[in-house]
């Protein structure tokens, strides 16, 4: 005979339920899991080598390129490197290249064209938008398919006075040497900077790279934002808040002016061989931009782009990327995450081989308009995501110091239905939270005067905001009922 103790499971913890919660609401929304089972009979029916591969490269094997990525990475798809030869010094952004394995119209590719991008849930492991065993071919990174890698990689010589690019920017189809000991994390690399030449020589390229977006675009100043997130330190932890280091903050700042060169080259390249056909990351924010005072923070332009819905679009037709300062730009730095990336690569090699197109025109218009409404989507869950780990993170303050969690917060907007607020504070750390709540007829005056709250409760977010910090809800209804 068993007795009720016997059948009775141990409560969940607070962090359990939000775990359950979270999968709950998210599992679906991110999308189908790959299947090992269907991978395979992908890679199987995928012919190679197909008429778009390149079989001569140029080897630049000498030294080990630089990664710089997130703490477990498994998809590094861009490196770098700084050197010297005949006493110029030059800088080669390395790109990964797993289209060299992946048959262009095939059912692998329609698969690819299907997820659009890879998945990242949080405190969950990535859905990878290509199978793993093409994604390991084709990552910089010393595995199981060794450390000579393909890449597609943008060569440029660098002033060693003031640091800038001088002289033509070649295109090159690539091999590589990847290695463990030239593998970072930003925490990493940010220890560095004042020992490593490689990188501390990147980190001034990529500042005047900087400055000379500064001449074309306020979007530079988006740079200043250093907001706090949502981490967790290892299985079943619970999230803490973290801000990056300066150091940290200057690596990040690095790679993305890497990329931003690389990419915007690549755009102004397909335009010049391609007469503007290809498909291109574009946003018309010109007249935006000149409405912003000059002195403007970055973390109120970042709050003004959101209220005022500002974002970018993928077009088969060039177009400027306002925001970046560039008259042509386009995704093509992580081709293992990215289908507009690889549908450009496709079109490099296109060029570079002198082959018939492999995309009409047509197909190059739905690959646009696919990648702009999936794109957008998938932004829209992270951010549901990332907002679910914030009140878990308050959920675990407030259980870990027994203490209120003050937050500071101002109303953005208001749609004569939807009160649209911004968390901006949570204790000391500065964020960056969208929260909504339903009020017919609220007394709206524009203001954006930030408001401060101790917070002593939360709970797990359901499908709307309202309900998630129950304190805020009250402080706001209360006001509105006077």
């Known amino acids: 005979m068993s007795s009720y103790l016997e059948n009775t499971e141990p409560p969940m913890t607070s962090n359990e339920v939000f775990e359950r919660q979270y999968s709950a609401s998210f599992k679906s929304k991110y999308g189908p ?45 861009d490196g770098w490197r700084t050197f010297v030869e005949n006493g110029n010094l030059y800088l080669d952004l390395h790109n990964s290249d797993p289209t060299e394995w992946i048959t262009p119209h095939s059912n692998l590719w329609n698969d690819i064209v299907a997820r659009v991008v890879t998945a990242y849930p949080s405190n969950r492991p990535p859905i ?9 071919r084709a990552s910089l990174m010393d595995n199981e398919y060794g450390n000579i890698k393909n890449a597609i990689t943008i060569r440029t010589q660098i002033d060693q006075t003031t640091y800038k690019p001088i002289g033509a920017v070649k295109l090159l189809f690539t091999t590589i040497r990847v290695a463990s000991t030239h593998k970072y994390s930003y925490q990493q690399a940010a220890k560095m900077i004042e020992s ?33 997130y949502p981490v967790f330190t290892g299985e079943n932890s619970e999230p803490m808040l973290y801000q990056s280091t300066p150091e940290e903050t200057s690596m990040k700042q690095m790679v ?3 990329a931003i060169f690389a990419n915007s080259f690549v755009g102004e390249y397909l335009k010049i061989h391609l007469h503007g056909l290809g498909i291109f990351r574009t ?13 403007i923070g970055g973390q109120e332009m970042l709050n003004k782009i959101i209220i005022e819905g500002i974002q970018a679009d993928y077009l088969s037709k060039n177009a400027s990327h306002d925001l970046v300062g560039m008259p042509e730009y386009c995704h093509f730095t992580s081709p293992l995450r990215r289908l507009a990336d690889c549908v450009c690569h496709y079109l490099l090699k296109h060029i570079h081989l002198q082959n018939t197109i492999p995309f009409s025109n047509k197909q190059l218009d739905d690959y646009a308009t696919n990648c702009f409404t999936f794109t957008k989507k998938i932004k829209n869950v992270q951010f549901d995501d990332l907002k679910f780990r914030f009140i878990q993170t308050i959920n675990n303050m407030l259980n870990t110091t027994g203490n209120p969690v003050n937050i500071s917060y101002f109303i953005s907007s208001y749609t004569g239905l939807f ?28 203001s954006k005067n930030t408001y401060s709250l101790p917070i002593t409760r939360v709970c797990c977010p359901g499908k709307f905001d309202q ?4 304190e805020l809800d009250d402080a706001i209804l209360n006001h509105y009922s006077l």
């Open 33 to 77: 899991l790959r299947s090992e089972e269907n991978d395979h009979e992908l890679l199987y029916t995928n012919p190679l080598p197909h008429p778009y591969s390149v079989t001569e490269r140029v080897d630049c094997t000498k030294h080990p390129i630089c990664t710089i990525d997130p703490p477990g990475c498994e998809d590094a798809d």
């Open 128 to 136: 990878h938008m290509m199978p793993h065993e093409i994604m390991n």
């Open 196 to 228: 490593d030449n490689m990188i501390a020589t990147g980190l001034k390229v990529s500042k005047a790279l900087t400055q000379l977006r500064a001449k074309t675009t306020l979007g530079v100043k988006l740079n200043e934002v250093t907001n706090s």
């Open 256 to 258: 993305a002016e890497f």
């Open 283 to 295: 946003c018309n924010a010109s007249e935006w931009l000149q409405t912003l005072k000059k002195d």
């Open 419 to 446: 009160l649209n607020l911004i968390i901006c504070r949570i204790d000391y750390h500065k964020v960056q939270i969208s929260y909504t709540l339903r009020i017919k007829k609220y007394n709206y005056t524009g």
């Open 467 to 470: 309900g998630s910090i129950p």
